[in-house]
């Protein structure tokens, strides 16, 4: 079993509808969770992180952290077609050294 | 400083062929990753650096995979003897370490093809 599990999908919603992408993981010791959206043959962008529970917001995205659950989620509001991307959700431990990927969810917002 | 730089962006060899590819980090990051992606996967963790110090290494960097950062600046990974196998996307990701600042930055990747 891997340590970070994440849906491939594909994932495909209309334009304007909220998403919701997941991950879940079993490594207790994990306290920093991210998400980084890439494109097509071009590097993991960071979107945000989140230090152990919560949620953080930051524009039409929201970060939550369950961590009794081991769940972390992404919500996108008021989805646009440029959000059409690989979402991966990472995470590390204290001392943040090597992240540990998701298998990354391929998501595509219709016009 | 516009991020992490990686060269070449795109690299076709011949099986059997020794390949190097290099990162330069964001000016400011002490610390140091590389990482490989196969299709339609996560990037999986090879090695990192953390200045000049080597500190961690995965299983899946084999002894034909070598990585440098002297003088703590940028980074070399080589690859001898390539297989197919190493086909791959190969990134290279910079951090202020020590845990207050975990956020990796990542570069465009270097993109591996063994014929």
Known sequence: QKEVEQDPGPLSVPEGAIVSLNCTYSNSAFQYFMWYRQYSRKGPELLMYTYSSGNKEDGRFTAQVDKSSKYISLFIRDSQPSDSATYLCAMTGQGAQKLVFGQGTRLTINP | ?115
């Open chain 2, 1 to 115: 400083d516009t991020g992490v730089s990686q060269d070449p962006r795109h690299k076709i060899t011949k099986r059997g062929q020794n390949v190097t590819f290099r990162c330069d980090p964001i000016s400011e990051h002490n610390r140091l990753y590389w990482y490989r992606q196969t299709l339609g996967q996560g990037p999986e963790f090879l090695t990192y650096f953390q200045n000049e110090a080597q500190l961690e290494k995965s299983r899946l960097l084999s002894d034909r995979f070598s990585a440098e950062r002297p003088k703590g600046s940028f980074s070399t990974l080589e690859i001898q003897r390539t297989e197919q196998g190493d086909s791959a996307m190969y990134l290279c990701a910079s951090s202020q370490g020590l845990g207050v600042y975990p956020e990796a930055f990542f570069g465009q990747g270097t993109r591996l093809t063994v014929v």
